[in-house]
């Protein structure tokens, strides 16, 4: 009988179309498919706890398949990582039981947005973050944030609506955390206190599920509370519109980590 | 008459030959030279404070060229940073006396080596980094750096001996430095306090003048020290053996920084 195998996968989505198969396109999903290929000579199709875009990161995708393979479930991680390019890294791997589905099971996700606040740019951190020349009112944009906590219909941060299911989702966190100093690829000085070169911005969301785009649609709107360009009661009014064209811009892709999944 | 101008550099080496201009291979020192070419029409040769290797990074290489060029001082960083891949980044331009010479007037540099101990691979961290399965010890390291600091002949630490120079110099500073958490890139939680999941180790030095690959000599003998395998008596006499062939391997290129230069 086939076994169900569960990764946990790291990667760097720079180079790729997204996670999901394109057509002529090199994608996260196919890549790995084919380390699994290379490997065992089956053809799996994975499933995802999330269709990350391109450019998208991920600390901890969660993925499935089923194999024959008899390989014991925790050599899969070394074993596929030699047939994987560095950008992706498989985390973990485990055998889990037949029902275990990567995409529906999924409970609660934590994604992760990085604003740099700069008005250079760092070549070390152009791919992983959002850069905003001006300072940014970090207490405004959590006052905004804290009205994305709880169940709301969140269909003013959906692109591409109408979809075919609801646009309710419960947020259980929505944190903004102004970082500094200890980030050994910036060019501040090493430390550990936040202070005067604190110019990241990080980004945390817990929810049981997000619409498309919804993280940097959010994220788009909140740097407007942050520029001080909208009030909170401008910000309140866009997300209680119901209507994407009132809320602020998408923020780039290259600032977006799916940091976990919760089963 | 020509007008001495001086950039700050950062650059992410990981996809050049280094800095200097090799035939056939995309140099960070071409690439620069082109721009400036494709800014102003004149061909010049770039003057550095170091010839980084291939895969070594810079957050503050310092450069200089004459030019003929009426563009203000401060001009310079904005137009050649559109004229530049995203992977360099030009931090700052300034007009010098004609008597400055990035080279040769070079007081200090710091570099700074980032070790990343962990079993797994992080894809965000793999180009940045020297990944280290078991843990090292950290005061163990510092001891042995600490015979680093002062004027000694570091022979032992330079590959392609003999050179035409003397292989003397003087270190001010060689610190190493255990350092969590508060890192975007990394799946470790967001947070500024060193803990549990300090799992980098960052090794700063600061000097009058390096010998070629040097620092990566050093990282590599501290590393023996660091995983107990040398005690401080064998890297104090790997030191003082005068012979790169005592000493330990040379730490990979990319977790070499150049930090900063100082005139």
Chains 1, 2 share one sequence.
């Not at 940014?136 to 692109?159: I, K, P, Y």
């Not at 911005?201 to 520029?227: A, K, Q, W």
Request: charged share 20%.
């Amino acid at each position: 009988m086939a076994r169900n195998i569960r990764l946990t996968l790291a990667y760097d989505g720079t180079r790729y179309a997204g996670w999901q198969v394109q057509r002529d396109r090199v994608s996260v999903q196919s890549t790995v498919e084919a380390s699994i290929e290379a490997l065992t000579g089956e053809r799996v199709s994975l499933l995802s706890a999330g269709r990350t875009d391109a450019g998208v990161h991920a600390l901890g995708q969660v993925v499935n398949f089923f194999t024959e393979s008899t390989i014991p479930p925790d050599k899969w991680q070394p074993a596929l990582q030699t047939r994987l390019p560095h950008d992706i890294v498989v985390r973990d791997s485990q055998e889990v039981p037949a029902d275990f589905h990567a995409t529906y099971g999924a409970k609660l996700k934590r994604y992760r947005y990085v604003i740099h606040e700069s008005r250079i740019e760092n070549p070390f951190i152009r791919p992983f973050a959002w850069r905003q020349n001006g300072p940014l009112d970090v207490d405004a944009m959590q006052n905004a944030a804290d009205l994305l906590v709880g169940t709301h219909d969140f269909r003013s941060f959906e692109s591409h609506w109408p979809n075919t299911d609801t646009s309710v989702r419960t947020m259980f966190e929505a944190r903004l955390t102004r970082a500094s100093g200890w980030n050994v690829w910036g060019a501040a000085p090493v430390s550990a206190d936040p202070g005067a070169d604190a110019d990241y911005i990080v980004f945390e969301i817990v929810g049981d599920g997000f619409l498309y785009n919804m993280v940097r649609s959010i994220v788009g709107t909140l740097v407007c509370v942050g520029r001080r360009a909208w009030t909170l009661a401008q910000f309140q009014h866009a997300f209680q519109a119901l209507d994407r064209n009132v809320a602020g811009e998408t923020a780039p892709a290259q600032g977006l980590f799916l940091v976990s999944v919760t089963y």
